[in-house]
């Protein structure tokens, strides 16, 4: 049985912020700080970080280090947990609803990239209708 392809969007994502920012992986590693634990230091490893994105295998990232990683590229959280779940999990997430907010309904699955446009777009309906019905009323 042929291997699957494996998946490197935390490694891409990454990798292009840190082309962004002008950033070495010894400068991420030392900005890798936890906004919710500043006194546990950097999350991440200049080696890890390298690894990351040279596609080398890496242990999926506990929560402190997704925020640390959040951090260290400026990022929303929710980017490098979305990042994180397609690369390590094989899960797609797929935001509905008005861009920005955070109350946006969002769809994980797998393999939501082999969908037709069209069952793509069902399942985006689907998830706009109900964010829709369970969203606190304005009363």
Excluded: C
């Excluded at 990022?75 to 008005?98: K, T």
């Excluded at 985006?124 to 019905?133: H, N």
């Amino acid at each position: 049985m042929p291997e699957a392809t494996r998946r490197t969007d935390l490694a891409d994502l990454v990798s292009s912020r840190m082309k962004e920012l002008d950033l070495s992986y010894r400068t991420l590693a030392g900005r890798t700080i936890d906004p919710d634990d500043p006194d546990n230091g950097p999350q991440w490893t200049r080696s890890t970080l390298e690894n990351l994105v040279k596609g080398l295998r890496v242990k999926p990232p506990t929560p402190q280090k997704i925020r640390g990683l959040a951090a260290g590229l400026s990022l929303p959280v929710r980017l490098i947990q979305d990042a994180v779940r397609a690369q390590f999990f094989g899960i797609d997430s797929v935001r509905v609803g008005e861009e920005g907010l955070d109350e946006d309904a969002l769809i994980m699955l797998r393999h939501y990239e082999t969908l037709s446009a069209e069952d793509r777009l069902k399942l985006r309906k689907i998830a706009e209708d109900w964010s829709r019905m369970t969203a606190p009323s304005g009363d």
